[in-house]
């Protein structure tokens, strides 16, 4: 099966970046749909963002529009997800997940159950 391999959280500054990286096994990643979450302390898991298997579509919450940028590079399997101008309410465990079911280059997945595969998550801390 697929795994997911997240790396680049940590803790940061308010208005700082960061860029997570999440990386797939098998050779089968450009036919994934990817998306990032995110869940606080009290709160459900959110879509932070998502991407079609060919990032013709793009999805993102409204609370990141402007900060966050998703992207992929299918050679690298690879989903990243650059975050500019955090904030403290961006603290949270953030995970990746990769949707396999879908066969259109250009769903676009933003229910965590049709997600297949999870990522551990990471960390990432914006402190004031």
């Known amino acids: 099966q697929v795994q997911l391999v997240e790396s680049g959280g940590g803790t940061v500054q308010d208005g700082g970046s960061l860029r997570l990286s999440c990386a797939a096994s098998?050779?089968?990643?450009?036919?994934?749909?990817m998306g990032w979450f995110r869940q606080a302390p009290g709160k459900e898991r959110e879509l932070v963002a998502a991407i079609s298997r060919s990032a013709g579509k793009i999805y993102y919450a409204d609370s990141v529009k402007g900060r966050f940028t998703i992207s992929r590079d299918n050679a690298k399997n690879t989903v990243y997800l650059q975050m500019n101008s955090l904030k403290p309410e961006d603290t949270a465990v953030y995970y990746c997940a990769a949707e396999s079911d879908s066969w259109h280059t250009s769903y676009l997945a933003l229910a965590p159950s049709e997600y297949d595969y999870w990522g551990q998550g990471t960390q990432v801390t914006v402190s004031s």
């Open positions: 098998g050779r089968t990643f450009s036919r994934y749909a």
